[in-house]
């Protein structure tokens, strides 16, 4: 079921403006608690729009909060003739007898912004349970994503879309968050995982751009990454430095103490400038193609940014409804930057500079673009060649790219042929072996059959001489029997001539043996 959400943002958004959430993915349910500022909640589901409206604003208490919440259908024709009449500014048509209308350039461009809509790219980079997702629906004072809810692609990495109206403006929103990050018993190279997928995505925006039609580009590069770091180490381990030294060089870094709710004040400012020394020691740099030089100083004078999430609303001391988390001490809250950089960092990402993450990508991807186009012509071109085709400029190096490319073409389909070709003899050659080895195979066959056959036929004939032994044997037993029973005289006689007869019979048998083996 596609829905779509009307959710008025509160503290940070104009009095008037209102933001709907379009996933794609799952639907999202809004909890009542979020929307008590709200004046009005609409739901337009099968495109079909039904308006609710919760009565006037009013602060409710905690304990009637579920009831105070039912919402009721106006009449929508009543709903209707309610509604303000829209009148055009005006003051907005340029006087053109008084001045050329430069000033009106930025309003065609807010009007031009509007209608195409814009796509923003933040990616949640860090170890589970550090409240990636927290932050996430806290951005956007929303349930966004459900905390145990997982879109996983391949390397561990959850991809998320979501459509943001405000007004008229429509902002696709993709959000990448690392699902295993550091969970594995070496974690080495879990930082390539991350690497590479921003890389892919650099690449498939290349892709897309040399072809024909480039009309409809889907751009999924990533504009801002904001890296977790565990509040509960109060250190940097050698995969978080590893880890975001290369992502510096790839996307516009932010680094945030997580879930600092958990650490002391003395405890935060210390964790604070640990991250300050590693990341000059390591030369790890923020944001480093902002064009506004003022902005960069100050994000590095904040970061780590120190970071409470949460979408709950508590009443504070002053009888506030605020977004925060509450403990038995009293109310953390979030949007208090004497408590966190919170805000500072959504005014940062959202209100105030969100342009300029996504203009610096474009230097990030020139920068990656380059090097990989590069890194093409190196592995086809050898040395001096080589040297001359990159010291080239404009038109020149175009040319002696696409001569590059054909070389690349005619070398693969070379190679291709030549793979064919030894193909082709790799399959003559076995089937000449097999040939060869089926042939021994039945030569040798056909000789064991021969042998066994002789054998049996020697058994054979043991067999029958076995037999014949034996029958002379229960002959000359017989004969034994009978001198015995014979006078002791005539018996000597004949008892010698019984042994000579039966030593030439034993001796006649042994030969015969000899002879057949
Ligand atoms: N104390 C505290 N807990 C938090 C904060 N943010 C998130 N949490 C909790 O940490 C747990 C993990 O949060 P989750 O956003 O799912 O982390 P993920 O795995 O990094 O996305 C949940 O129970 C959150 O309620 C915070 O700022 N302070
Ligand atoms: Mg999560």
């Known amino acids: 079921m596609k829905m779509m959400t009307n959710v008025k943002l509160g503290t940070t958004t104009p009095p008037d403006s209102t933001l709907s959430i379009v996933n794609n993915c799952n639907s999202i349910k809004v909890s009542p608690n979020y929307l008590q500022n709200s004046d009005e909640i609409s739901l337009s589901e099968n495109l079909s729009n039904i308006s ?28 209707k003739s309610n509604l303000p009449e829209i009148k055009k500014s005006l003051e907005l048509k340029p006087d053109f007898t008084k001045c050329p209308g430069l000033k009106f350039l930025s309003v065609q461009r807010e009007r031009l912004a509007c209608r195409k809509g814009g796509n923003f790219s933040i990616m949640l980079a860090g170890a589970r349970g550090t409240g ?64 590479k997928y921003i890389d892919d995505q650099f690449l498939k925006y290349l892709q897309q751009s040399q072809q024909p039609h480039r009309k409809n580009l889907y751009d999924t590069r990533i504009h801002c990454c904001l890296y977790f770091l565990n509040p ?39 964790f604070k ?75 940062l990402l959202i209100s105030e500079n ?6 610096s990508t474009e230097i990030y991807y020139e920068n990656f673009r380059s090097y990989y186009l590069t890194g093409k012509v190196e592995s086809v071109l050898e040395g001096g060649n080589r040297q001359d085709i990159l010291k080239l400029r404009g038109f020149e190096q175009l040319k002696a790219y696409t001569n590059v490319e054909t070389l690349e073409n005619n070398t693969s389909s070379l190679e291709k042929n030549w793979e064919l ?16 080895w089926d042939k021994k195979y039945a030569e040798k066959e056909e000789e064991v059959k021969l042998k066994k056959q002789k054998l049996f036929k020697l058994q054979e004939d043991l067999r029958f001489d076995l037999q014949e032994t034996n029958i002379k044997r229960k002959k000359l037993i017989d004969i034994v029997e009978l001198i015995s029973l014979q006078p002791s005289e005539s018996r000597n006689i004949s008892e010698s001539s019984v042994l000579v007869n039966s030593e030439v019979a034993s001796s006649q048998s042994c030969e015969s043996i000899q002879k057949e083996s």
């Open 52 to 79: 609710f409206n919760s009565g006037p604003h009013t602060p409710l208490k905690e304990s009637s909060k579920s009831n105070s919440n039912t919402l009721k259908v106006p009449n929508i024709e009543e709903f």
């Open 232 to 270: 509960s180490k109060c250190c940097l381990s050698e995969l978080d430095i590893q880890t975001m030294k290369n992502l510096s060089t790839r996307v516009n870094l932010i680094p945030v103490v997580s879930k600092s709710d958990i650490l002391t004040p003395e405890e935060l400012k210390n």
């Open 421 to 436: 070709t030894l193909f082709e003899i790799y399959e003559k050659k076995k089937q000449e072996l097999d040939e060869k």
């Open 273 to 347: 400038s640990t991250v300050k020394n590693i990341f000059h020691e390591y030369d790890i740099k923020i944001c480093q193609y902002f064009s506004d030089l003022s902005l960069v100083k100050f994000i590095d004078s904040l970061i780590p940014f120190s970071i409470i999430g949460s979408i709950d609303k508590y009443e504070n001391d002053q009888g506030e409804y605020v977004r925060g988390r509450k403990y038995h001490w009293g109310l953390v809250e979030i949007e208090n930057i004497n408590h966190c950089d919170f805000s500072l960092l959504r005014n």
């Open 132 to 195: 990636k997702t927290t932050l996430l629906n806290s951005l956007f004072s929303s349930e966004l994503l459900k905390l145990d809810q997982e879109n996983v692609q391949d390397d561990n990495i959850s991809v998320n879309r979501f459509e943001l109206k405000e007004e008229k403006l429509t902002l696709n929103l993709q959000v990448i968050e690392t699902v295993n990050f550091g969970n594995t018993l070496d974690n080495s190279k879990a930082w390539e995982s991350i690497c």
């Open 354 to 359: 969100m342009l300029e993450f996504i203009l």
